[in-house]
């Protein structure tokens, strides 16, 4: 099977930065999309950044320029690095990824167990 691990949340006051990592592993044969979305409490699960196999980017509005998403694909791993937090980045971060477990089969999404990202002074 397929497992995303995220690992990196945590609290930082306002203005502060972290880095959440997600790594794939399992049986996988090709990563497409990887990406990240987050939900915060009362609202719905939004996408934050995505990117390609080739690198191609994608961001919310809301974070844009501050936020960088990459990814390392010879490890199967999706990086955001978050600069400039702010009180409403404050949500559970998700790690999303479109793969294929072997040759031939279909293209699914997986998502990981999310990761609690607090800002607050």
């Known amino acids: 099977q397929v497992q995303l691990v995220e690992s990196g949340g945590g609290l930082v006051q306002p203005g502060g930065s972290l880095r959440l990592s997600c790594a794939a592993s399992?049986?996988?044969?090709?990563?497409?999309?990887m990406g990240w979305y987050r939900q915060a409490p009362g609202k719905e699960r939004e996408l934050v950044a995505g990117?390609?196999?080739?690198?191609?980017?994608n961001y919310a509005d809301s974070v844009k320029g501050r936020f960088t998403i990459s990814r390392d694909n010879a490890k199967n791993t999706v990086y955001l690095r978050m600069n400039s937090l702010k009180p409403e980045d404050t949500a559970v971060y998700y790690c999303?990824?479109?793969?294929?477990?072997?040759?031939?089969?279909?293209?699914?999404?997986?998502w990981g167990q999310g990761t609690q990202v607090t800002v607050s002074s």
């Open positions: 990117i390609t196999g080739g690198g191609n980017t």
């Open positions: 999303n990824a479109e793969l294929l477990q072997k040759y031939g089969g279909t293209w699914a999404n997986y």
């Open positions: 399992g049986t996988i044969f090709s990563v497409r999309t």
